[in-house]
């Protein structure tokens, strides 16, 4: 393989394997300051256990990020110094920003929350996670800021002595309309992660006896976060697909094996096809429903791979300017599939769990269990698809994958960093779920006696110790 590909294969693993802990984090932090939010307002002591317990497997996955986060970042500079070279003045100040108001904001105030229990009011120390959720969540929206410019660049001029692009408008970089429809879709997978995983380890103590009312209370919160997300997830795909229709209309193309042009367009349920003559042998279609999809009419004309090939080449020259067929049909599918098998779930959940019963039998649990794994693999199809079908382009339209590798760099060298990259994430993987299942399958401890919360001492309400 040629060195752009394995350097390709690495940034891939690194970044998939971060954005396993940026979901999580950021969906797990929301729901533990909501938890603390009902703790401080009801008095409720159940609350306080949860959040207390959900708080402190959302540490172990805040760590994780931040350690895989460092590593991935410094590839720019190892494996893409031309694409850093030509793209550094306009993606280094979201990320700058990134670093210096919303990492800080979120460590900081973190570091509030977990030393202040005993030593900060109550209603001081819940803004203390507040604010630091809400850091977690700017910190996302100037990453993906940066994101959006590579699949759609606005506010920067190219100079024409230096060949490099320049920012001109921070405000439209921040603006950009690709980041306006991504932002919310990942804010909402988020928050369908965290609440996945919220109720797929509370039923697996539930299918053990285990404090069943507390984690009961935490399976409802999970299923409403869920229905809610799932339902955002939907919509903001939605839109988001409308606005790539217009900018990449490419890889809304190869998405459906649209091979033609065509009006009135056709969802593609299953296909088969030849890709080296651009047309499909099989393919199983709901009518209309891709013109919907792409335009919100059922009778749009949506633009098809043949004819997006031919004039890409007549604006940019020789060269194939398809992606992988096969990696974004199927990547779009899963993606979307496993986002309404999950909505399904959830309000199957709910309507079971009408007048305090629990959201299913024996089976039903281990089921919700096991979706729990149900939004980490639409969110790793998701960005699959998402930067597999911007290809041939690093960025859009400006620079090509291929002449964004080190030039410096050998085959060898990007090799041996790929290996020693896959040995250390996969340790830090078994470390990482190793923690999380410890800390997991405990119960959750047991109150105790006159002890200091908020800067007030209380009888008959406890502060689980970080530590169990």
């Not at 550094?88 to 929350?113: C, H, K, N, Q, R």
């Not at 660049?153 to 001109?168: D, H, K």
């Not at 649209?258 to 042998?281: C, Q």
Request: contains cysteine.
């Amino acid at each position: 393989m040629s060195q752009d590909t394995i350097a390709r294969w690495q940034f891939a693993i690194t970044t998939v394997y971060h954005f396993l802990f940026v979901p999580l984090t950021i969906g797990l932090s929301l729901l533990v300051a909501g938890m603390q939010t009902a703790w401080v307002r009801t008095g409720n002591v159940e609350w306080l256990l949860l959040t207390r317990f959900w708080g402190k497997l959302m540490l172990i996955n805040f760590a994780m990020g931040v350690v895989t986060g460092i590593v991935q970042e410094f590839q720019f500079g190892m494996n893409w110094s031309d694409y850093s070279r030509f793209v550094g003045d306009v993606f280094g100040p979201p990320l700058a920003m990134e670093a210096l108001i919303a990492f800080f904001l979120e460590s900081t105030f973190l570091g509030l929350w977990i030393f202040g229990w005993d030593r900060l009011p109550k209603r001081v120390h819940l803004a203390t996670i507040w604010l630091a959720s809400i850091g977690t969540v700017i910190s996302a929206y100037f990453i993906l800021a940066a994101n959006s410019w590579m699949q759609h660049p606005v506010g920067y001029r190219i100079n024409p002595q230096t060949g490099r692009a320049e920012l001109t408008s921070i405000w439209k970089a921040l603006t950009n309309p690709t980041q306006m429809v991504t932002f919310p879709h990942v804010l909402a997978a988020s928050l369908l992660t965290g609440g996945a995983v919220l109720v797929g380890l509370s039923c697996w103590h539930l299918r053990k006896g285990q404090q069943v009312e507390l984690h009961r209370r935490a399976v409802r919160l999970g299923l409403v976060v869920c229905a809610v997300a799932s339902v955002g997830v939907l919509l903001s795909g939605h839109f988001q697909g409308q606005v790539m229709t217009r900018q990449q209309p490419m890889k809304m193309a190869s998405a459906e094996a649209l091979w033609d042009t065509e009006k009135s367009a056709g969802w593609s349920l299953f296909a088969y096809g030849d890709v080296s003559h651009g047309e499909n042998k099989v393919d199983i279609k709901i009518p209309y429903m891709l013109s919907f999809m792409a335009t919100n009419s059922f009778t749009a004309e949506v633009e098809g791979v043949n004819d997006l090939q031919a004039a890409a080449v007549a604006k940019y020259g020789p060269g194939d300017y398809t992606p992988v067929m096969g990696v974004t049909f199927w990547s779009f599918r899963i993606m979307m599939a496993l986002g309404g098998v999950y909505l399904a779930l959830a309000a199957f959940g709910l309507w079971r769990m009408r007048g305090g019963r629990l959201p299913g039998g024996r089976y039903g649990l281990l089921a919700f269990m096991g979706a729990a794994v149900l939004p980490y693999a639409a969110n790793t199809a998701g960005w699959i698809f998402t930067e597999m079908g911007r290809q041939p382009w690093a960025v859009f339209g400006l620079l090509r994958t291929s002449d964004a590798v080190s030039p410096g760099v050998s085959t060898t060298a990007v090799i041996a960093t790929l290996a020693g990259f896959t040995v250390i994430y996969g340790s830090l993987a078994v470390v990482a779920l190793r923690l999380f299942l410890q800390h997991g399958r405990h119960e959750i401890p047991a109150l105790s006696t006159n002890v200091t919360i908020g800067g007030e001492s209380r009888p008959g309400e406890a502060l689980p110790s970080l530590a169990y």
